[in-house]
């Protein structure tokens, strides 16, 4: 079993649909969470980042933890052509030492939002 | 405020030579991160730099090497090149202080082994 199982897709919506994005995960030590978008051929470009349980909302994104069920969740609202792209999850235990601050990724899920 | 960059953009190598990636860290940041990534996957962790000592190291044998700089730069060599090697390496920085968690990641170098 995997670490972080996430859903490649593709996932297709329309403009100004609400689109969820999911991951679930194994290791209990797992405390910070995060989402990142990346477009293709480029690098990683970090959306949210979140430290335990709850809800964390910028903008148009809404990430949720939910450790009780290891689940996380990203919720985009009036989603927009330019939201095109895959949305990888990550999380960490966190700190240094050992493995503990690296960063432990689900495979990504390629999302397209049609005008 | 500067972001994280990396060189080459681009790289094609032959099975069996040696490759260096670089990497430059944002402002500010001490930790730097490599990572590689395969086609249609998520990146998977290499090792991990904190003040030019190694602070963690991922599933990758020993011809994956690395440095850092007392400038927080850093190097990721790979001897002997195979044919798997081929991929997006992944450079992210982060800072020493409460958000060491946030990484911060560079446009990547694509690398092709033939």
């Known amino acids: 079993q995997k670490e972080v199982e996430q859903d490649p897709g593709p996932l297709s919506v329309p403009e100004g649909a609400i689109v969820s994005l999911n991951c679930t995960y194994s290791n209990s030590a797992f405390q910070y969470f995060m989402w990142y978008r990346q477009y293709s051929r480029k690098g990683p470009e970090l959306l949210m980042y979140t430290y335990s349980s709850g809800n964390k909302e910028d903008g148009r994104f809404t990430a949720q933890v939910d450790k009780s069920s290891k689940y996380i969740s990203l919720f985009i609202r009036d989603s927009q052509p330019s939201d095109s792209a895959t949305y990888l999850c990550a999380m960490t235990g966190g700190g240094r030492g050992s493995t503990l601050g690296r960063l432990y990724f689900g495979r990504g899920t390629q999302l397209t939002v049609w005008p | 405020e500067t972001g994280v960059t990396q060189s080459p953009t681009h790289l094609i190598k032959t099975r069996g030579q040696q490759v260096t990636l670089r990497c430059s860290s944002q402002s500010g940041h001490n930790t730097v991160s490599w990572y590689q990534q395969a086609l249609g996957q998520g990146p998977q962790f290499i090792f991990q730099?904190?003040?030019?000592?190694?602070?963690g190291r991922g599933n990758f044998p020993p011809r994956f090497s690395g440095l850092q700089f007392p400038n927080y730069s850093s190097e990721l060599n790979v001897n002997a090149l195979e044919l798997d090697d081929s991929a997006l390496y992944l450079c992210a920085s982060s800072s020493s202080g409460k958000n060491y968690n946030e990484q911060f990641f560079g446009p990547g170098t694509r690398l092709t082994v033939l």
């Open positions: 730099y904190y003040r030019e000592e190694e602070n």
